[in-house]
């Protein structure tokens, strides 16, 4: 049972404020290969590129689909980031993706992640996965929630019982 006055709920670490930073840092993404790109990335933009390895194949032989989710999420998530004010962190809440087509062992992906509006608390985002030749391979939006460190969390909710 957390301390008083401790949170009850897992906060993600304050992101670092560039996506220059962020890179260096590494994470998930860079786990399974992929890489930030400051130079292509901007206030409420970021792209993420790799080269597709044999272990991001699925048992059919072409990309796992947790590989399209991983990178747009990625871009998507981090172009949050560039509009994160001090003191404001955030988390996915909710990521859609659609696969279009397949990619292959060898081929490069590249995902490019926009937000779309961000207000207090919510920020929407949208995503695109291209191919070397320059195909869409996938289309992502989703949600994320920003909190501030300062920004109490609300106890929770007890569930009544029925007698």
């Known amino acids: 049972m957390p301390a008083k006055g401790e949170p009850t709920e897992p906060r993600p670490l304050r992101p670092l404020p560039d996506l220059l930073g962020a890179a260096r840092r590494g994470g998930f993404h860079a786990e399974v290969g992929f890489q930030i790109d400051p130079e292509r990335s901007g ?3 970021c792209t993420v590129t790799g080269k597709v390895e ?5 048992i059919n032989g072409v990309v796992h689909g ?16 560039t509009l994160l004010a001090e003191g404001e962190t955030t988390a996915t ?9 397949a990619a292959r062992e060898g081929d490069t992906l590249t995902a ?22 320059g195909r869409r391979l996938s289309q992502a939006h989703g949600t994320w ?8 969390m609300a106890p929770p909710k007890t569930r009544r019982r029925s007698a």
């Open 43 to 45: 206030r409420g933009t």
């Open 54 to 58: 044999r272990r991001h194949l699925n």
């Open 66 to 81: 947790g590989v399209y989710a991983t990178i747009l999420d990625t871009a998507m998530g981090a172009s949050v980031v």
């Open 93 to 101: 809440t909710s990521l859609y993706v659609e696969f279009l087509r």
């Open 112 to 133: 490019r992640g926009e937000v779309l509006r961000r207000g207090r608390h919510i920020a929407f985002a949208e995503g695109d996965l291209i191919g070397a030749d």
């Open 145 to 152: 929630y920003i909190w501030s460190s300062e920004a109490p």
